[in-house]
């Protein structure tokens, strides 16, 4: 290599490790919200410095084909050192005040979203099912009262029949009625029990 690619190495390489500070503090700040699951911190962890191996060896082959000598590494961890000596403290308020930004920018786009999309939907979903069941409650009881209507006279004409019917007539109407009656009670008693044997 010549001394320009040797060069030229060295400041990409101490850029590289003032970006790998940086990455890992924001890493870290993101950290408390998967640690609680073992499984995804190791996945995270591994996938995190995968990442920066790739991107790292990526800079590298862009400067100098990919060579690695020893002053690479010499040079990427004076980076990180001249970070973590000058720029820490104030990366971290800036990104504490990104995360902040981006927060209520969130929250913000969360609450129109809900204004002007979910609460009006919710409230044309709502007034179509009110609708709906107001109109069958009414034509229920339309329905209702056409069937009274209709049934009220033919009701009459029997009452009428039955008067006019011997004694002897009336009275086996009503034992029928009444063995009805009783099939009805038994079959009422014996769905009650099977119920109660289910349970």
């Known amino acids: 290599m010549t001394l320009s690619v040797q060069f030229l190495t060295m400041i990409s390489m101490v850029a590289s490790g003032f970006y790998l500070g940086m990455i890992l503090d924001t890493f870290r700040r993101f950290t408390p919200y998967w640690k609680h699951n073992i499984f995804l911190t190791y996945f995270m962890e591994i996938c995190f410095w995968l990442m920066q191996t790739i991107i ?6 862009q400067v100098n084909s990919g060579e690695i000598r020893f002053y690479v590494f010499v040079a990427c961890l ?4 001249i970070y973590q000596a000058l720029a820490q403290n104030v990366y971290k308020r800036l990104l504490e005040y990104m995360i902040r930004i981006i927060a209520s920018v969130y929250r913000f786009c969360r609450r129109v979203v809900q204004v002007l999309i979910i609460s009006p939907i919710t ?9 709906i069941l107001g109109t069958v409650r009414i034509l229920w009881k339309i329905i209702l009262f056409i069937t009274k209507l209709l049934i009220t006279p033919i009701r009459w004409i029997l009452q009428m029949i039955y008067r006019i019917l011997p004694k ?14 009783k099939i009805k009670n038994i079959l009422i008693k014996w769905a009650k029990y099977m119920n109660s044997k289910r349970r």
């Open 56 to 61: 790292l060896f990526y800079v590298l082959f």
């Open 168 to 181: 002897s007539f009336q009275n086996f109407l009503k034992q029928i009625a009444g063995f009805y009656s």
């Open 78 to 81: 004076l980076g990180f050192s």
């Open 123 to 131: 409230w044309l979903f709502t007034l179509i099912i009110t609708i």
